[in-house]
């Protein structure tokens, strides 16, 4: 997991490397948009674990038991235990398979996503299921993957657009990060001036970095193969999220220095950075959205209030890189909530739910 943080603070345009890039810098902003970070969703407790618990529900004794067994090598040079027993292998070959066996179309998605990147047909699968879905995760999937892979007319990736992404998922301004990325990259002004008005009438930014994650889990099997088989999968699946393509570099600069001068440019970048910081799915993007606003506004709250609420919210977070059972399936219902809900919300949730209650 070292690598793949490292690789998102390093990654050209990753909301890590914008958030790093943006400096204080002074400008004007309206009472409204200093409005302090406030989630006004509703709160559930996090649902009981649906993988199957053996031995009590602890998870220790039977890997332990099974971790007794003599591996054919060691783990050296791996992060996770167990990643090189021939058992786990064999465990994350058939996971795959099932994802790839699904009958729903994003779990299909999903396998071929995680699938080796060398394969040609790889993202030529994911093309034809996004052009026969209306399922905005599937679609942004398979967009993404094509943003960031090399030009290859027989991958189809040409038929893929953020316009429809944005059509099958109205009220999410990610899609016109990509139409505004697309439109500086053309030095269309017509074009940034429209996505900047979307993203800015959006309700939310929803990234969904962590949504393959749900189908993974729901084909998890229990025991030490199973279970560190699916593990391994959520670190592949983290790293492939980690190298997709991010839109912010090109919001980045286009909302800085002489162009801030329009009133009309600086209110629009002011109200996309407000956007992110307060109504983002993802932590990384709220603490780009919050640096960005800083840099706005010259209010260094906006950024220490997303940085705030990272911190708050991350001390509820399940270890992920838990070595017993247990501690595994913990993780991945964590992970499946985050699948569905994002991950500030299932954050928000397991806040709630430790706070004690007062009767």
Partial sequence: MLVTVTWLLRAPGSPAAVAAQVAVAASAASPALRAPLVATSAVVSPPASRLPASNGGTGRSDCSLQRSAPESAPDQGSDMPGS?????AEAARRLRQRLLDSTDAYARAVGLWLDDPDRDDRLAGLVELALHTSDPSLYALAYRSCDKAAPNPASGCGQLNARRWAELDPGNGMPWLFLFEAAHRNADESGQQEALFHVGNAERIDDRERAPMGPIVDVTRDGRAGLMASRQLFEEAVGQA?????????????????????????????????????RSDSLMMTQAGGAMATRFTGD?????????????????????????????????DYERRVAAVGEVEALRERQQAARPSHR
Avoid at 255 to 266: K, P, T, V
Avoid at 323 to 332: I, N, S, T
């Fill in 242 to 278: 980690a190298a997709q393509s991010w839109p912010l570099a090109a919001l980045n600069e286009a909302c800085r220095g002489d162009r801030l001068a329009d009133a009309n440019r600086a209110q629009a970048c002011l109200g996309v950075a407000a956007l992110m910081a307060k």
């Fill in 84 to 88: 090189r027993d021939p058992r786990v």
């Fill in 300 to 332: 260094p709250t906006w950024r220490e209030r997303s940085v705030a609420t990272a911190i708050a919210l991350r001390a509820n977070q399940p270890d992920l890189l838990s070595d017993d059972c247990g501690g595994v399936r913990r993780a991945l």
